[in-house]
């Protein structure tokens, strides 16, 4: 077939399949919707470094190199061709027939669904509202006028409270129109404040680069590789702010600082980001004892470690085991805060929490389901097959002890429906926790669960 003889695979009830509410635009929707076509070549051109990389587009929607690799990402081609480490491949490669980045395709069909009947097929799930609100976002990006919120604002335009679920979704929609947040709104706390710029790996190179607008390295279309663990960010104190003193600071100065913050170590800092080292209560007795005429600076400890806020906090802990304590970088390598192991022992603590208390709810709603109902009588209530009890899941507790000749069989003087609903709230809490969501559980869910477990500690004696 021909470049001329191409035409979009696009039937009468398939119109608008190229795009799917709530994941990442693919090279593959581009060819359905006839913004792209097989064969079209591609170009990504580092006038830095005076090179250029070509590739091809294939009729099944992958991106092929001369060397035959092909890749469903235009980041993974992107990154193969030129051997980069990052780079957003959407931003990187332009179509050779008519000069056009992958991106500006990608936002023509994302303009497409919005102006679209809204219960046309394929729309599903598409919010119009977030795409014209990250449209502009995008543009403000573009004319070096980030938009800046905190994280807890930001969550709030697709009606989320905290980091839970409906992350995959953010990401997708922020990743669809070409933006990230910086610092990334994965690694901080809810009430930091981040910026919504434009993605790029390679801010030098990038066609997004060459026209200006403020850029930062950040996940590559479906090659996002953030971790899932809580990072040192994520701890309120991490990005807090920092009391230090100057080198040449005197014991009295250091001192005062210590005692009306209640510190027990403070940065040595010869600018925002020269760390010299620290003071600590230990080091200054030290240097007074050996040397009663000693400075400050015969009390500075040079092996004071700093770390970036985007760490992995597990990666840390060996740091933190040795000093006590780390200094924490922000994304501009400012040294912004300090993460003690007290800081990270009530933020596992406050994980750990809900754990225990979701683990202790589920071996109680086990056991009175095992006392009171047969397998067999569990298999039709759940709709499968069910060999054990301890296959059981909060849904199938729900399933079982919402059935009136099953909530009989308890004798409990309580009210079914409102029982039910509140383990249907627990439900929620125990996907959000083992979803390992960054962010603290909100103040009331450790005490529902509590109360919860307290009243199946009572009541399930009766079962």
Same mark, same amino acid.
């Given at each position: 077939?021909?470049?001329?003889?191409?035409?979009?695979?696009?039937?009468?009830?398939?119109?608008?399949?190229?795009?799917?509410?709530?994941?990442?635009?693919?090279?593959?929707?581009?060819?359905?919707?006839?913004?792209?076509?097989?064969?079209?070549?591609?170009?990504?051109?580092?006038?830095?470094?005076?090179?250029?990389?070509?590739?091809?587009?294939?009729?099944?929607?992958?991106?092929?190199?001369?060397?035959?690799?092909?890749?469903?990402?235009?980041?993974?081609?992107?990154?193969?061709?030129?051997?980069?480490?990052?780079?957003?491949?959407?931003?990187?490669?332009?179509?050779?027939?008519?000069?056009?980045?992958?991106?500006?395709?990608?936002?023509?069909?994302?303009?497409? %669904? &919005? =102006? $679209? #009947?809204?219960?046309?097929? *394929?729309?599903?799930?598409?919010?119009?509202?977030?795409?014209?609100? @990250?449209?502009?976002?995008?543009?403000?990006?573009?004319?070096?006028?980030?938009?800046?919120?905190?994280?807890?604002?930001?969550?709030?335009?697709?009606?989320?409270?905290?980091?839970?679920?409906?992350?995959?979704?953010?990401?997708?929609?922020?990743?669809?129109?070409?933006?990230?947040?910086?610092?990334?709104?994965?690694?901080?706390?809810?009430?930091?404040?981040?910026?919504?710029?434009?993605?790029?790996?390679?801010?030098?190179?990038?066609?997004? %680069? &060459? =026209? $200006? #607008?403020?850029?930062?390295? *950040?996940?590559?279309?479906?090659?996002?590789?953030?971790?899932?663990? @809580?990072?040192?960010?994520?701890?309120?104190?991490?990005?807090?702010?920092?009391?230090?003193?100057?080198?040449?600071?005197?014991?009295?100065?250091?001192?005062?600082?210590?005692?009306?913050?209640?510190?027990?170590?403070?940065?040595?800092?010869?600018?925002?980001?020269?760390?010299?080292?620290?003071?600590?209560?230990?080091?200054?007795?030290?240097?007074?004892?050996?040397?009663?005429?000693?400075?400050?600076?015969?009390?500075?400890?040079?092996?004071?470690? &700093?770390?970036?806020?985007?760490?992995?906090?597990?990666?840390?802990?060996?740091?933190?085991?040795?000093?006590?304590?780390?200094?924490?970088?922000?994304?501009?390598?400012?040294?912004?805060?300090?993460?003690?192991?007290?800081?990270?022992?009530?933020?596992?603590?406050?994980?750990?929490?809900?754990?225990?208390?979701?683990?202790?709810?589920?071996?109680?709603?086990?056991?009175?389901?095992?006392?009171?109902?047969?397998?067999?009588?569990?298999?039709?209530?759940?709709?499968?097959?069910?060999?054990?009890?301890?296959?059981?899941?909060?849904?199938?507790?729900?399933?079982?002890?919402?059935?009136?000749?099953?909530?009989?069989?308890?004798?409990?003087?309580?009210?079914?429906?409102?029982?039910?609903?509140?383990?249907?709230?627990?439900?929620?809490?125990?996907?959000?926790?083992?979803?390992?969501?960054?962010?603290?559980?909100?103040?009331?869910?450790?005490?529902?669960?509590?109360?919860?477990?307290?009243?199946?500690?009572?009541?399930?004696?009766?079962?």
């Amino acid at each position: 077939m021909s470049d001329s003889q191409w035409e979009p695979r696009v039937g009468p009830t398939q119109r608008t399949t190229y795009l799917l509410g709530g994941r990442r635009v693919r090279v593959s929707d581009l060819l359905r919707a006839g913004l792209l076509r097989p064969g079209a070549r591609l170009r990504f051109v580092r006038r830095r470094v005076g090179e250029t990389y070509h590739a091809e587009i294939i009729e099944n929607g992958r991106i092929r190199l001369p060397d035959g690799q092909e890749f469903s990402s235009p980041s993974g081609a992107a990154m193969a061709a030129a051997g980069m480490r990052a780079v957003d491949g959407w931003l990187a490669w332009t179509v050779e027939e008519n000069g056009r980045p992958l991106d500006a395709l990608r936002q023509e069909l994302l303009d497409r %669904a &919005a =102006a $679209g #009947p809204p219960d046309e097929p *394929g729309v599903e799930g598409f919010d119009r509202r977030v795409h014209q609100r @990250l449209r502009e976002a995008r543009q403000r990006a573009e004319e070096n006028q980030p938009e800046q919120f905190s994280v807890r604002e930001l969550l709030s335009l697709w009606g989320a409270k905290d980091r839970g679920d409906q992350i995959g979704r953010i990401e997708d929609d922020l990743a669809n129109h070409g933006l990230v947040t910086s610092p990334s709104f994965r690694k901080v706390t809810l009430d930091s404040t981040v910026r919504l710029v434009v993605a790029s790996g390679d801010t030098d190179d990038s066609p997004a %680069a &060459a =026209a $200006g #607008p403020v850029t930062v390295a *950040g996940p590559a279309d479906d090659l996002d590789d953030d971790p899932i663990g @809580l990072t040192v960010g994520n701890l309120p104190s991490a990005l807090g702010g920092l009391k230090h003193v100057a080198p040449n600071a005197t014991f009295d100065e250091a001192i005062t600082k210590m005692l009306l913050n209640g510190y027990s170590q403070l940065a040595v800092l010869n600018g925002p980001r020269n760390l010299r080292g620290a003071v600590t209560w230990q080091s200054i007795a030290h240097a007074r004892h050996a040397d009663p005429n000693a400075k400050l600076t015969d009390a500075i400890d040079p092996e004071a470690v &700093a770390v970036r806020y985007d760490r992995e906090l597990i990666d840390v802990l060996p740091d933190l085991r040795r000093g006590g304590y780390v200094f924490v970088r922000a994304e501009d390598n400012v040294v912004a805060g300090i993460v003690t192991t007290a800081d990270v022992v009530q933020a596992y603590g406050e994980m750990a929490m809900p754990f225990f208390q979701i683990g202790e709810l589920d071996r109680s709603l086990r056991r009175i389901i095992t006392r009171r109902v047969d397998l067999d009588q569990v298999g039709k209530l759940c709709n499968r097959s069910v060999n054990s009890f301890d296959d059981l899941s909060m849904g199938d507790y729900l399933r079982v002890l919402d059935d009136t000749s099953v909530w009989s069989t308890l004798g409990w003087p309580l009210d079914r429906r409102t029982f039910i609903d509140r383990l249907h709230e627990i439900r929620h809490i125990r996907n959000d926790v083992m979803h390992f969501n960054p962010d603290p559980p909100p103040p009331d869910t450790i005490d529902k669960l509590r109360k919860v477990n307290s009243l199946l500690r009572h009541y399930g004696e009766l079962a």
